[in-house]
């Protein structure tokens, strides 16, 4: 059984860790960051079978990969305290020389990063095509996917999505972050999604409802359910609704955060709400 | 005289099918993805032989290039097939984030490139494609003269680590080089040597080159061949040291002259050994409907262009 209460306490200092990362460039995206914080704790900490030794092929593992790329934050963060590289490292976040780059990137080589992301909708096939290589591989492991849901407007996703379902690409677990905000506003003001769940069901998908996804609790109920409904001749998805910024009060209820950073007294406000749990980097 | 001779007119798409189709049999990483042109690609063979290594992805090609930059994860080496146009310039972003920067050991695979794909017209026929490929860091960019370079570059690229665009073409032209050729990526090989001027020329240029050359030679002209598979890397010594040879130089290409192979064999010779260049290559423009033949000439990129260029260049020697 899952000890939630450390789970939530490590949500707690990576959500510091996220804040204080993003203040120090003040640059980055922390609003996406914190509304998915608790969904990365959960797959890192508890629901995946990984090595933070890291080997690039992940062979014999459940691999992630990051579609909406501009959560540089809580990823970092999430690998960091997972063991994958030294949380030190995160005082380099979007500074010269850094592994650490604005948008995650294999290219400096940092630990836990398969592929660069950032300009959106391209995770979803990377991560067909490593699904569809563990199965040539004869590797029973599954790949995992985090998209935005404003992510879901750029084509190549429906691409993908209609590819996955017709190969009955059944070793894939995707999750859209359902937090309904997007640069301009509302994911509603600025291209209406319609009903993601008929949408997928109707392209052949097994979706699943996370209606809170910010609950740790939920969302390792849901992970396991998808776990449960993968192989058998189905992709999987999980519309996960996330409350953006979730764990700082003003930064939730609002698209102002997506890509804007805390002041010095915003930043003390924000830790405040969330106390050091496991030692600040 | 010609000192190739034309072994029997040939496809370069048949040599990738062929060269992809060794490659099945050989190396079990091999695997092959097509956007519903597996007949115009040649890839049927390995489609047959190796049905569970080939994925018909259908007219997605974004998504084509995103599945196979995953593949490469697992320790696969993907093959992707469709037209030159619809491998670089519909997909530019995807290979660019999840191939290049990525640095995956995708092998990306254009046919119908240049001018000479014909009757389609210009919505098909790409002529900035070598620009494109050759921009991005870390890509290698080769475009073979004949059937049995083809076929023995798509074999040489899947020993090599890295991203690579393997550009060939429709029609059927002369089939002059050896069969079971050695292909070294990024050496350029000297067909003919000559003292007046250097023909340096790729893709289906490279025969024309070779008949220009035999034209010259019955005005006197003395002309050095050299074929440059691989436009980057880019043989810098092979230019340099027949550029300090005849001191005039001669690139022709299918494609565009801006970001072509004439303007990365410019930059070697600024650089190191000023001398002057003339262009056989596109010039700022798109194409049209008609035949290779009639497009080819009337694009000026034939051999009677080469010729023509030649005797210019010779002109401005200092």
Redesign the interface.
């Known amino acids: 059984m899952a000890d939630i209460a450390q789970l939530n306490a490590t949500a707690q200092q990576i959500r510091r860790d996220i804040l204080r990362m993003v203040h120090k460039v003040n640059s980055g995206h922390p609003g996406g960051s914190l509304g998915c914080t608790e969904f990365f704790v959960a797959l890192f900490f508890e629901h995946m079978k990984h090595q933070p030794s890291f080997s690039?092929?992940?062979?014999g593992e459940d691999?992630f990969f990051l579609s909406n790329g501009h959560i540089s934050p809580v990823f970092y963060a999430t690998l960091a305290r997972s063991g994958y590289f030294p949380v030190d490292e995160l005082n380099t976040f979007r500074l010269i020389d850094s592994r650490l780059q604005g948008h995650p990137?294999?290219?400096e080589g940092l630990p836990g990063v398969?592929?660069?992301?950032?300009?959106l909708?391209?995770?979803?096939?990377?991560?067909?095509?490593?699904?569809?290589?563990?199965k040539?591989?004869n590797?029973p492991q599954r790949v995992y996917a985090l998209l935005g849901d404003g992510e879901l407007q750029e084509?190549?996703n429906w691409?993908?999505i209609?590819?996955a379902a017709?190969?009955r690409v059944d070793n894939l677990i995707a999750t859209v972050d359902v937090n309904e905000k997007q640069i301009d506003g509302t994911t509603n003001e600025v291209l209406h999604l319609g009903d993601l769940k008929a949408k997928f069901e109707a392209f052949g998908w097994a979706v699943l409802n996370l209606k809170n996804g910010n609950a740790l609790p939920d969302i390792l109920q849901t992970l396991e359910k998808a776990k449960a409904t993968s192989n058998q001749g189905q992709p999987v998805v999980i519309l996960m609704h996330t409350e953006m910024g979730n764990g700082v009060d003003f930064m939730m209820h609002t698209h102002a955060w997506h890509g804007k950073a805390p002041n010095d007294e915003q930043l003390e406000s924000a830790l405040a709400q969330n106390p050091e749990t496991l030692g600040d980097y | 005289m010609n000192p190739y001779n034309n072994q029997g007119n040939q496809d370069t798409r048949s040599g990738f099918g062929a060269g992809l189709s060794v490659l099945g049999a050989e190396n079990p990483n091999v695997?092959a993805l097509c956007a519903d042109l597996t007949g115009s690609l040649k890839m049927d063979a390995f489609k047959a032989d190796h049905p569970?290594?080939f994925?018909q992805?259908?007219i997605?090609e974004?998504?084509?290039?995103?599945?196979?930059?995953?593949?490469?994860?697992?320790?696969?080496i993907?093959f992707t097939g469709t037209f030159a146009n619809f491998s670089t310039g519909r997909v530019y972003?995807?290979i660019?984030?999840?191939i290049a920067?990525?640095?995956?050991n995708v092998k990306i695979c254009a046919s119908h490139a240049g001018i000479t794909l014909g009757e389609d017209g210009a919505t098909h026929q790409i002529l900035e494609d070598i620009g494109l490929m050759k921009m991005l860091p870390g890509m290698t960019v080769i475009n073979p003269c004949d059937f049995n370079q083809t076929k023995a570059a798509t074999i040489a690229i899947a020993a090599h680590e890295g991203p690579v665009y393997l550009r060939f073409g429709r029609p059927k032209v002369p089939n002059f080089t050896p069969e079971n050729q050695a292909f070294e990526i990024g050496k350029g090989n000297c067909l003919r040597e000559g003292k007046d001027v250097t023909l340096i020329a790729t893709g289906h240029l490279v025969w024309e080159a070779l008949e220009a050359a035999v034209s010259l030679e019955t005005q006197g002209v003395s002309a050095e061949v050299i074929n440059i598979h691989t436009i980057k890397p880019l043989d810098k010594e092979i230019i340099l040291e027949s550029a300090a040879k005849t001191g005039a130089v001669v690139t022709a290409e299918e494609h565009n002259y801006l970001g072509g192979l004439g303007e990365s064999v410019a930059r070697v010779l600024t650089t190191n050994h000023p001398c002057p260049q003339a262009f056989v290559a596109t010039n700022d423009t798109f194409g049209e409907s008609g035949t290779p033949a009639q497009l080819m000439k009337k694009y000026q990129l034939d051999r009677e262009a080469i010729t023509a260029k030649a005797l210019e260049v010779i002109q401005r020697k200092s």
Do not use: C, W
């Open positions: 690039m092929d992940g062979a691999i990137t294999t290219h398969r592929i660069a992301s950032g300009s909708g391209q995770g979803l096939s990377v991560a067909i095509g490593a699904a569809l290589a563990k040539l591989n590797d084509g190549q691409e993908a209609m590819y017709a190969n | 695997v569970e290594r994925f992805v259908g997605a974004a998504n084509m290039m995103g599945i196979a930059a995953g593949l490469t994860i697992g320790g696969k993907p972003d995807q660019r984030q999840s920067y990525s640095r995956k």
